[in-house]
């Protein structure tokens, strides 16, 4: 008997072992990479506010903030983005345009896949309010970490800046969260498109994990392992499965197919990136 309770033992202890070697977290952020708009832009607009790509270029120019907080820094300070309360940030999630099928990929991490389960968490430096908004239904909100802010009681503004997920502190963000759910660091996903991310993919591609871009942006493409152009937000499930839980392309299409979907196109493009000069002489050439 007692050799019977300590085999079941090893035998709940070994399928403990097996499910945390499939367990990962997928981590993306979300401007223009599972919408097609960015916050600051898409909120520069729909106040009349000009010139939010120059101001954000001034700062960038500077250091004066990491790359991704220029938002953050413009409502907490530019006498024009004062004016911002929390209902325009709503209001700006609810009109970005967001890629297709997010809802698809959240079910699919959800559910597994062949016995792989990702926990799918979304970390921008995009406002709360405005991913809250613009995920609402789609996303949980424990599951989002944005810049939060603190709004004055009374006149309603900006009064300060309580977190921003950009640069290193998307790094700080992504590690909480593989620490509270106990994943070691070749088993996270990161999914990104900008200069904000930069930080971040280093740091998981330091740790073995994936890089996903979402962009072909030199800066981050030169980084990520994997680059995916898509308007459909299930594009970044092929790296993960090639990658991770081992399909080749012919059962990653049957998996497609299996709930409806139909990959149309799918080029594989080795990019090579060159600058080249003017002729050089062959005296400069060639050293004396």
């Not at 790296?239 to 991770?244: D, G, S, T």
């Amino acid at each position: 008997m007692l050799r019977g309770v300590r085999l079941a033992i090893a035998r709940c202890i070994g399928e403990d072992e097996t499910r945390m070697r499939k367990h990962y977290l997928l981590v993306s952020d979300f401007d223009q990479t599972l919408s097609f708009n960015d916050s600051g832009v898409a909120l520069s607009e729909m106040l009349g506010i000009d010139r939010f790509l120059d101001r954000v270029a001034a700062l960038s120019r500077l250091n004066f903030v990491q790359s991704g907080a220029e938002l953050a820094y413009l409502l907490r300070h530019d006498p024009e983005f004062r004016r911002v309360r929390a209902e325009h940030l709503v209001e700006v999630g609810r009109r970005i345009r967001l890629k297709r099928n997010i809802a698809l990929l959240v079910d699919f991490l959800r559910q597994g896949i062949d016995g792989f389960t990702f926990d799918f968490f979304v970390v921008s430096a995009a406002p709360e309010e405005v991913v809250f908004s613009a995920l609402d239904g789609i996303v949980p909100r424990e599951r989002i970490i944005g810049t939060r802010f603190g709004f004055d009681a009374e006149s309603g503004e900006v009064s300060s800046i309580v977190r921003v997920p950009a640069g290193y502190g998307k790094v700080a963000a992504v590690d909480d969260l593989r620490f509270r759910l106990g994943v070691p660091r070749e088993r996270v996903v990161y999914v990104g498109d900008g200069s904000s991310d930069i930080h971040v993919m280093l740091h998981v591609n330091r740790g073995d994990g994936l890089t996903i871009a979402a962009s072909e942006a030199r800066h981050i493409a030169q980084i990520a392992r994997r680059t995916v152009i898509s308007d459909d937000a299930l594009s970044v499930l092929v790296p993960v499965l090639e990658e991770i839980v081992g399909y080749d392309r012919s059962r990653i299409r049957a998996l497609f197919e299996e709930h409806g979907l139909l990959i149309q196109e799918w080029d594989r493009v080795r990019t090579d990136w060159l600058t080249i000069g003017g002729p050089v002489s062959r005296d400069a050439a060639v050293p004396a």
